[in-house]
């Protein structure tokens, strides 16, 4: 019988180092796979509790000055440990302090086999959306009473330790063979609790018909459940009705349905769209319940005419909400069956053969790959679609996941045993069957400059989040490279005397030393990673010595440079183009050689398939570098491109990026897709200005012959959920006054922040500006009371800056460019949006200004015409964070006062919901916003 004990702890920070101390204990023992014994006591840390502290676990000073001191008590904690398993929700932390406090008063430390729940949570639920105590408890639906108390911490911990145990007595023969194997280099011991599984299984017959196994890796087995459907339907007018009305379907399966006017009008115009095969721009504001109302007419006009049709998104997070949420719900609305598939790039999909080949021959990875590994195992017994977006990676297993992709299997034979079992494979062919193809902006945009080559053939398409088409478009016409990606795929390609792909390559297969060029591939690797330093290095210095101001800072505080080979310094400029030129040689070389080492095997050993399908990978990419050199600096542009350089000037790796894109993709999209297909439906809540569909038109090319344009309006009350208030008496930064402008934004984000509690998203135009802003609040804020979150300056994604934002009570999140859209933070977590400067582009941003200029060229007005329609789009789309549903209430605070006293300034005001909004001076804005709160 195995003993295990979950141990939890409070302490007065984080690091025993810096003297912290432990305040709350929690012990949990499990014996038989049943709770038997808890335990807890506070402890008196003999120093003052944090505020924060406080906060957070509810324990105050006074609770804990009759407490016993530790030393008093550790004799009985480590009694408690012996003979057993020790485990914890993160172990280096508890065992950590624990320890740290053990060596404190000279006594023995603990060195029980260890269980961290966090890591096996992650191997054995790596679907979850989370690994933090209190979101497992939620997925796996354990109640947790207190948290941040040591023994319901604790006690939550034994609850999820027993239902990873369960799981794991679950798991096939094959997965738990490879978690043996993987063991070794994992935190938790694990050993033994894997063994006992294998056991089981070698003594009884493994009991899940669905999950089956192949060359020693077990799998889901997908069925192909794919049902007839007939195109007898009712009218379209019956069909709504039958939907929408008093008596309808919508009513019996929303429970808390809302009609919404704009709803059905707009399936009828997605409708009349496809009869007459125009296109169509639709603007629907938030609430408006788009997805259905484009859904309806979508699946019934496919259903009735037998012809696919493709609904793109912009995130993937929209699509999995379409997949799992709205079209099983139209499946209950409608009185007929039809078929929706989900298709992405191939990059998404894993190849169970490349797995399978990695699984064989890597043993030797560092933990972040060992620990991808093992979650893939667990997740292949449990996806349907082999799709990575389903799981939550590393940076690092993402780089693993890239060479076990289907995009990294090369041309798969039909005759394959593992085409059949191929995830893209069954995708491609579930696609070509469907009624619906959901998919994402990129691979519509590949598909469509690819000749119309990845997704199955269609004539109608709805393009939800258009706003973003043409940045796609453009992105995907363009280019991009970079120093340290290019260096490191030669260093992952290596020299023929190490162990990576080149030398494992080399080392596999016998060869004649005289017809294979090994000195020669040394050689010239190695002065290509020079030339590729080389270059870099002059382009990073290229780029110093052009910088005139602070101005051309990216989002990301990159500095920005926008090239033109034609204007560069002649000079410094083709000593870059020959070190170009140089570099392509190399390149060359290396392909060359590469193509007489394939050559030499094919005739001599028969290279096998994956060694085959790395070698044509390197050709691959090694030819992409050429190709992307050579368009950005040697050849004639087809179509107008701006190219310009980014550099990190913060960086310790000098790392330089290289962009190229069309000025314009209007006549590119005109000619490549509105002409070519039947009907296009573009909608997104964020496509107007002043009413007017005007700039979207041009900037996507849609002609006027064959358009429908309309706008359907928010049914939420915005004048009773939003005040818009705007100060009359910030200082004006047009004279160069930035300091005190950002003195005046931090000092009402911290009068706003007591009245709201925190909960606050600020919204900045220039990263300078935020960085600066986020230091002088870390000066002047309680950070006791306020938790304040920068993007790029707190780590983490998007996604995990507005988990941490959710997860703390008062908090203040400061967002640039990518926070103005595409993250709802809905109901209380957000109660004050403020908005410290009108979205304009920055002048100097390479791509904006090569489009000013072009516009320029054509006798436009730029800033009419480009500048301020994308600056109000995305004030929109910074207001649209606030408001989510019918019950949120909010403030939006604008520091910005040219939304009134500029000419364009009604532009902006025009464009959002009718709201009340007060032009005051601070003080009094305040007092407005205290009395409405």
């Not at 993160?90 to 053990?102: C, K, M, S």
């Not at 089956?212 to 069925?223: C, D, L, P, Q, T």
């Not at 330089?656 to 296009?680: G, I, M, N, R």
Request: net charge negative; charged share 25%.
């Amino acid at each position: 019988m195995q003993r295990y004990v979950v141990i939890d702890l409070e302490t007065t920070g984080h690091s025993p180092a810096k003297d912290d101390k432990i305040i709350d204990v929690g012990i949990v023992v499990i014996e038989n796979s049943q709770i038997t014994e808890t335990k807890t006591t506070l402890f008196n840390p003999n120093q003052p509790i944090p505020p924060f502290i406080t906060n957070l676990t509810g324990i105050a000073d006074e609770d804990v000055k009759d407490a016993p001191f530790f030393h008093e008590k550790a004799d009985d904690i480590i009694s408690i440990f012996q003979g057993s398993y020790l485990i914890a929700h993160n172990v280096p932390f508890d065992l950590g302090f624990l320890n740290a406090e053990l060596i404190n008063h000279n006594k023995q430390i603990l060195r029980n086999p260890v269980i961290d729940t966090v890591e096996l949570s992650r191997i054995l639920f790596p679907k979850a959306p989370g690994y933090k105590l209190g979101q497992l408890a939620e997925y796996l639906k354990i109640e947790h009473d207190d948290p941040h108390r040591a023994l319901s911490d604790a006690y939550v911990t034994a609850k999820l330790f027993l239902k990873l145990e369960e799981k794991i007595n679950t798991l096939p023969y094959e997965t738990v063979s490879h978690l043996l194997t993987l063991e070794k280099m994992l935190k938790s011991d694990l050993y033994e609790l894997l063994t006992t599984r294998q056991q089981q299984l070698a003594f009884s017959t493994f009991k899940n018909e669905q999950i089956v196994s192949f060359n020693g890796i077990a799998f889901k087995e997908v069925e192909d459940t794919n049902a007839a459907v007939d195109g007898n339907l009712p009218s379209f007018g019956d069909y709504l009705d039958d939907i929408y009305e008093e008596a309808g379907s919508i009513k019996r399966y929303m429970k808390n349905y809302e009609p919404r006017p704009g709803q059905r009008q707009m399936s009828e115009t997605i409708f009349d769209s496809f009869q007459t095969r125009s296109h169509a721009l639709i603007e629907a504001e938030t609430g408006t319940g788009k997805s259905l109302a484009y859904l309806v007419p979508t699946i019934y006009e496919a259903v009735k005419t037998g012809k696919r049709i493709v609904i793109s998104t912009y995130t993937t997070q929209l699509q999995t909400q379409l997949l799992d949420e709205e079209i099983p719900l139209i499946q209950k609305l409608i009185g007929f069956p039809f078929k929706a598939a989900l298709l992405k790039g191939k990059n998404h999909y894993i190849s169970l053969e490349k797995f399978a080949h990695e699984l064989n021959t890597n043993q030797h990875e560092n933990y972040d790959i060992t620990l991808t590994k093992a979650m893939i195992l667990i997740w292949l017994t449990e996806t349907e679609t082999g799709d990575i977006d389903e799981l939550h990676l590393t940076s690092s297993g993402y780089l693993f996941y890239k060479r076990i992709s289907t995009d990294a299997e090369g041309m798969i034979d039909a005759y394959s045993p593992w085409f059949a079992k191929s995830y893209y494979q069954k995708a491609k062919k579930k696609a070509q069957q469907a009624d619906i193809i959901i998919t994402n902006h990129a691979l519509l945009c590949t598909d469509m400059f690819n000749d119309y080559q990845f997704l199955p053939s269609y004539n109608r398409v709805v393009i939800d989040e258009a706003h973003h088409i043409e940045d796609t478009a453009s992105h995907h016409y363009g280019l991009k490279l970079d120093n340290i990606n290019m260096q490191y795929a030669l260093n992952h390609i290596g020299i023929s005397e190490e162990a990576k792909l080149f030398g494992k390559f080399l080392a596999k297969y016998s060869f004649d030393k005289k017809e294979v060029p090994l000195e020669r591939w040394d050689s010239i690797l190695n002065d290509t990673k020079y030339e590729i330093d080389v270059l870099f290095q002059s382009l990073y210095q290229y780029v110093i010595s052009k910088q005139k101001n602070d101005k051309s800072l990216s989002d990301i505080g990159r500095i920005q440079y926008r090239f033109d080979s034609k204007k560069e310094e002649s000079k410094k400029w083709n000593v870059i183009k020959e070190m170009v030129t140089r570099l392509t040689f190399f390149i060359r070389d290396l392909i060359h050689i590469l193509a007489i080492v394939e050559q030499h095997f094919d005739q001599n050993t028969p290279l096998d398939k994956h060694d085959k399908d790395d070698l044509h990978g390197i050709i691959k990419l090694l030819q992409t570098f050429i190709d992307h050199l050579e368009q950005l600096f040697l050849l004639e542009d087809s179509v107008p491109q701006v190219k310009w350089i980014e550099i990190d000037t913060k960086s310790t790796k000098n790392a330089v990026y290289l962009y190229c894109e069309p000025t314009d993709v209007s006549q590119l999209l005109a000619a490549d897709f509105f002409e070519k297909k039947d009907s296009v439906i573009l909608t997104s809540a964020t496509l107007t200005m002043n009413d007017s569909f005007t700039f979207i038109q041009n900037r996507l090319g849609l002609a006027d012959d064959r358009l429908v344009t309309k706008k359907f309006s928010s049914p939420f009350t915005y004048r009773d959920q939003v005040q818009l208030l705007i100060p009359n008496d910030f200082p004006d930064i047009k004279y160069g006054n930035t300091d005190d402008f950002i003195y005046a934004t931090c000092e009402a984000i911290l009068s706003l922040a007591e009245i709201t509690d925190g909960r606050m998203l600020v919204l900045f135009t220039s990263y300078d500006m935020l960085r600066k802003s986020y230091y002088l609040l870390k000066e002047i804020i309680d950070t006791d009371k306020y938790v304040l979150i920068g993007q790029g300056i707190s780590s983490g994604s998007r996604a995990r800056l507005k988990k941490n934002f959710q997860t703390f009570d008062q908090a203040i999140l400061l967002g640039t460019s990518s926070f103005w859209e595409g993250v709802d933070i809905p109901g209380d977590d957000l109660s004050c949006l403020m908005i410290v400067r009108l979205p304009f582009q920055p002048p100097a941003h390479p791509v904006y200004e090569a489009k000013s200029n072009y516009l320029k060229e054509q006798g436009k007005n730029a800033f009419m015409e480009l500048s301020l329609p994308n600056a109000v789009i995305r004030f929109k789309q910074g207001f649209g964070r606030l408001i989510r549903s019918t019950s949120d209430r909010g403030i939006v605070f604008v520091c910005d006062a040219r939304i009134k006293k500029a000419r364009y300034g009604k532009n902006f005001l025009n464009s959002i919901p009718d709201v009340p909004i007060t032009y005051d001076s601070t003080q009094t804005l305040m007092s407005k916003a205290e009395e409405w709160f």
